[in-house]
Every structure is written in C-alpha cells, then in structure tokens.
C-alpha cells in the first residue's frame, strides 16, 4: 500500500471523499512519490482500507484520468501517466514568483524584482495609485492619537490573526450598507490585498491545481497562484466580462479549484461584466464546484450614471471570496485590506495568515475601525472619486483631442486607467521603450498577460499619479512618440519577441 497508508479523509461533511483522495493522489503525483507508469492500489483494497465505498475510489481514478494524470489498462488496473506536459516535478512548477521568465520579456528590460523602472521626472501613466498630497494625514495625526489615548500600549500588542474584532464589526456594517451581508466571522483581515490572494492561494491550491484568470489580468494574483505550484488557464474577456463559452470549456477541460476575476473596472481594460454575465459565471461555478476570488478594488469609483455592484451581492450559495482593498482610495502604505469568505474557509486562512506575517498591524486596525465609524471614510471617498473623476475627464479629452485616430480606446466610466490598442501588427513593447526614451512611462499590454503571450498592440494608461495639467503634456507626448518613431513593428533594433 506505500505511500496511500498515510491518506486520511475527513468525512464530517467538508469537500466530497472522492476529492479528497484525487487531491491527496495528485500531490503524492506531483511531488514525484509516485512514478511513472506506477501501478495503483486495485480499487476494491484502497476502499478497505480507507474504509470507503468502491465508488468513492472509482470516483477519484477517473477524475484524475480526467485530468491526465492517471491512466488504466483494461484487466490490468490504473497507473500513474508518463505525459511531462500535464505533470512536472514539484521543484519545476513551484518556481519564485516572479521569476525572469515571469517578467524579462525578451529585449525588454521592463521589470525589477516586480516594479517598473521609472525616470525622474517621467510622466508616470503607469502607476494607478494616488499621489501622496491627497492622502488623509491630518485626519490620521488626529485618530492615531485618539487610539493610542484610549488603548495604550494595547495598540502595539499582537493583534488577533483574523483582525481587530471592533474592526470587523464595522466593515460587517460597511458591507450591509452596500448590500453584502456579512457578520464578523466571516471577515478576514489582511495586509492588503495581494497578501488576501496569497494566503487564499496558499489554503486552497495544491501544486498542480488549475486556477483560472481572466487574460488579461493582474499580474500580482498570477505571481500569488504560480508560488503555489499552480497552473493558470487564461479565458479570454469580452467586453462585458469573460467569456462565457471559453470558460465552460476550460471548466470541463481542467475541472479548476479556483477562478479568479476582477468584475469591475478590470485591471487592466476597465471593463465592466454585465449583470447578465455575473449571473451565469456564478450558475457555472455552482455546477463544476469552483470558488471565485472577486477582487474590487475600483467598484467605489464611478464617474457614471452606470451602477456596477460586486458579484458577492449576488452570491446565494457561498462561492465567492471577496476581497476589497483600500489602497487606490486611500493610502496603500497602510497595507490595510479585508476579506469576507465562507466561514469554513476562514480556519485555513487564518493558517495561511498566520504564516504569512502573524496579524495585520494593530495600530492600523484600531485607526481604520475608528476612521470608519467616524464617517471619515465616506467623506474621503467622495473626495477622491471628485478628483479622480476630474483627471479621468482630463486624460479624455486629452485622449480625443491629441492622440491620432488609429490608436483606438474605450471609455471604462470609472476606475483609475485607459486601455488603449495600437493599429493591428504593432508592439506595444516597442512603443513602450520609445515612450520611454522621451521619458514617458506606460504599461505595455504584456505585463498584464496571463498566457506566454509577450507582446501585443494594447498599452494601459492609468491617471491615478499625475496632475491634470501633466495627463495632458503627457498625451502629448505619447502622440509625439508615435508620429515620430512610425517604425515598422517587424524591427529588430531593440530584439524584442516575435509578435503573437
Ligand atoms: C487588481 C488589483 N488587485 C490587488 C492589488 C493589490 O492591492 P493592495 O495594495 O491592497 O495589496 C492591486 C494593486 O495594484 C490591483 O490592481
């Protein structure tokens, strides 16, 4: 019996038996204490001993058949496959999240460690996060010492693992108001949101496991499910969310764990899903079992009279994790997010959260828990979307007005950026480094890309970090940098990729 004396079910009701013995398998797979071509158990003696149904068993060798990994001969019995393309080693899956094949894109030295390389004095179209002038200093000076009044040295203590308990009581109301309901045991705190997709990501994923993306997407959850050993299947976007046709495809194909989507104003095309959209993708997940990642972090921000509700509204049935981050509207140095999951996620999360960084700040906490039922973020809220909402209509003039005609743009209504398509068979990389030589920084379609695609006609330019009057210098710029440096996109002078 080998290695399968160590399997252990959990039949108090969890995930179904049959899953957990196709994962437990898959892991022994993955990380290679099962061989090529090795002979499984026979059915009838895994059952046994595990003290499981037959079917049970059954159950599990077909959905790991289903998923390559296994394969029977008729009267001989189930053996582990041979196919390098469907099973790697653990070591080769599980490499650094953000490796050199993750962001050295060929000719294109984009990336470091993670960041972009930005020139003083650039026009940053890159970041899409505010400047520092407009963060809430004073209100924080004024609640900072109010908490450190009131608790002392309690504010530097360890702070409990899944937040500051007053803190979740308020977010719990934060989210009634908005339609969500929530208590407080459900709420996770986090230390922003990247930190929310790694601790899901390292709870819920094992090595091997498909997790599916919107193409493009946030390159910073891709990074979180790669660390973990996971496989990504990138389903293309449409304009009004994912499509659907691709996704229940992938859902038959790789019967994923996870799926993870940005549902309004999408980084980065600032897209918006329909509602009609948000309703079938959750009939999807109910039917093949599948736990979104919602992540919002741009639903606040609409300059619109459209009205964009977070999926989680929606959810009857407990598939979504949302995670909501705070650091595009207020400041994103406080490193201060939350999450609401089903409540028997949360003892696996806070596992992961625990080994991640212990507990989010409690200063921070017991600031925002206070910040909060001070009616201070409200306030803060409507004045940023009012500034936010006078760059956006600057960066669209600016757009109409200047850039030529053949560089074609959407308009999202919200959120903080333009994604914008050159004429078909362009680079975007290329136009990257020539905006980047008249020190003009944007975001290449590339660094968003959830497949080996490396390069492509989209570029993304985000306002969230410039004043008005340099959104439009800028713009200006860009056009000067296309008219000028009309070169054919087949050029070799910067040895990019091959355009796909
Ligand atoms: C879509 C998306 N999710 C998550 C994050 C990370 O947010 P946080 O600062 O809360 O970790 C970002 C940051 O740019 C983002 O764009």
Redesign the pocket.
């Known amino acids: 019996m080998g290695i399968f004396v160590s399997i252990h079910l959990d039949g108090s009701g969890g995930s179904p038996l049959y899953q957990q013995l196709s994962e437990q398998i898959k892991v022994f797979i993955m990380n290679g204490l099962l061989k090529e071509d090795e002979k499984l158990p026979p059915i009838r003696k895994l059952a046994q001993k595990l003290g499981v149904n037959n079917v049970t068993v059954v159950n599990a060798y077909r959905k790991l058949e289903q998923a390559g990994l296994l394969y029977s001969r008729v009267g001989s019995g189930t053996y582990v496959k041979s196919d390098n393309h469907t099973r790697k080693p653990y070591a080769q899956i599980n490499t650094p999240a953000f490796s050199e094949q993750e962001y050295n894109i060929p000719g294109l030295n984009i990336m470091d460690q993670g960041r972009l390389q930005i020139p003083a004095g650039a026009y940053n179209f890159a970041s ?2 505010p400047t520092p002038e407009l963060f809430p200093v004073e209100d924080f000076k004024t609640i900072l010492n109010e908490v450190l009044d009131r608790d002392g040295g309690s504010a530097f203590a360890y702070q409990e693992g899944q937040g500051y308990f007053p803190l979740r009581e308020s977010l719990s109301m934060y989210l009634k108001n908005k339609g969500i309901s929530a208590n407080e045991g459900g709420i996770q705190i986090i230390s ?4 929310g ?1 790694d601790i899901i990501a390292k709870s819920l994923l094992q090595p091997g496991d498909f997790v599916i993306t919107e193409n493009p997407t ?1 390159t ?2 891709i990074a979180a499910f790669k660390s973990r050993g996971a496989r990504i299947i990138p389903v293309v976007l449409n304009t009004d969310g994912i499509s659907l046709e691709d996704f229940q495809a992938a859902l038959e194909q790789y019967q994923p764990r996870l799926m993870y989507i ?1 549902p309004n104003f999408h ?1 980065p095309t600032g897209i918006c899903y329909s509602q009609e959209k948000k309703k079938a993708l959750l009939n999807l997940c109910q039917a093949y079992n599948v736990t979104i990642i919602e ?1 919002d ?1 741009f639903t606040d921000l609409t300059y619109d009279a459209r009205e964009h509700q977070p999926i989680k509204m929606l959810d009857r049935n407990q598939l979504v994790i949302f995670i909501k ?4 509207i207020l400041m ?1 140095g406080l ?1 201060l ?1 939350f999450l609401l999951a089903p409540e028997n996620i949360i003892p696996g999360l806070l596992k992961a959260k625990h080994s991640s960084d212990i507990s989010t700040p409690g200063l921070i906490q017991r600031a925002f828990d206070l910040y909060l039922r001070k009616g201070l973020w409200e306030k803060h809220l409507e004045y940023m979307k009012e500034i936010y909402q006078q760059k956006y209509q600057v960066m669209l003039e600016a757009i109409e007005n200047y850039l030529p005609p053949e560089i074609t743009y959407s308009k999202p209504g919200g959120g903080l950026s333009f994604w914008l398509k050159l004429p078909p068979g362009s680079s975007a990389n290329h136009f990257y480094t020539r905006c980047l030589e008249q020190r003009v920084i944007i975001s290449p379609g590339s660094l968003f890309s959830a497949s080996e695609q490396r390069d492509s006609e989209f570029f993304r330019l985000s306002f969230a970090g410039l004043y008005p009057e340099e959104i439009t210098k800028g713009i200006i710029e860009i056009s000067r940098c296309y008219n000028e440096g009309k070169t054919p996109s087949t050029s070799t002078e910067y040895g990019y990729s091959p355009m796909l």
Do not use: C, L, N
Request: glycine share 10%; aromatic share 10%.
């Open positions: 899409a996060t922003g949101a990247q930190q997709i946030y910073g959850a940005i980084t992540d972090s981050s705070f650091s595009k994103p490193r997010a």
